[in-house]
């Protein structure tokens, strides 16, 4: 059985950083690309950011560029989002996913989501 | 960048009825075109992946079909299990992006 664990949510002030960690288990980790997907309360799905399998491709939505960084760690079947400068309009649920591909394509699994709320 | 227009917004029908929702694509996105299921407090469902392929286990009334910019997902006869909000999802090398979803409630 796939699950896919996210932790590290909370609430942080605007301007500070978190970051968010995902284990994986129940399939080939370093088989498959992976996602962050957030979702704020009684709002549509947003594509946060992806890895491919072996890590030579990242992408980033527009809107955290330049602030958010992916990462993976296939050794320890766990996918991270580092998250800087963060502003309110990132409060939301947190979802890690995996993907059926190994390069960005579409998602089949996904955690129960890490609620992140920026206020001061 | 691509963005992905979905309509309706939201949609009233009655069980047994035939339910479409378009997505439209700004520019050419071949067949790179997916569709999710979510229903209230749960995480998303895959239905369908490539425009047209059903996802292992997805009842047969789920349906995709469309190529370049216009694509379209079909419940062929609407059950009482389909209330959830439906999204699609168009992929390139570096990005995901939804659509803003589609709310199907029973008449």
């Known amino acids: 059985e796939v699950q896919l664990v996210e932790s590290g949510g909370g609430l942080v002030q605007p301007g500070r950083s978190l970051r968010l960690s995902c284990v994986a288990s129940?399939?080939?980790?370093?088989?498959?690309?992976m996602h962050w997907v957030r979702q704020a309360p009684g709002r549509g799905l947003e594509w946060v950011s992806g890895i491919s399998w072996h890590s030579g491709t990242m992408g980033y939505a527009d809107s955290v560029k330049g602030r958010f960084t992916i990462s993976r760690d296939n050794a320890k079947n766990s996918l991270y989002l580092q998250m800087n400068s963060l502003r309110s309009e990132d409060t939301a649920f947190y979802f890690c996913?995996?993907?059926?591909?190994?390069?960005?394509?579409?998602?089949?699994?996904w955690g129960q989501g890490s609620l992140v709320t920026v206020s001061s | 960048d691509i963005q992905m227009t979905q309509s309706p917004s939201s949609l009233s029908a009655s069980v047994g009825d035939r339910v479409t929702i378009t997505c439209q694509a700004s520019?050419?996105?071949?067949?790179?075109l997916n569709w999710y299921q979510q229903k209230p407090g749960k995480a998303p469902k895959l239905l369908i992946y490539d425009v047209s392929n059903l996802e292992s286990g997805v009842p047969s009334r789920f349906s995709g079909s469309g190529s370049g910019t216009d694509f379209s997902f079909t419940i062929s006869s609407l059950q009482p299990e389909d209330i959830a909000t439906y999204f699609c999802?168009?992929?390139?090398?570096?990005?995901?992006?939804f659509g803003g979803g589609t709310k199907v409630e029973i008449k």
């Open positions: 996913a995996k993907d059926f591909r190994d390069r960005l394509a579409g998602i089949d699994y």
């Open positions: 999802q168009h992929y390139d090398n570096l990005r995901l992006t």
């Open positions: 129940g399939f080939t980790f370093d088989d498959y690309a």
């Open positions: 520019q050419d996105i071949r067949e790179l």
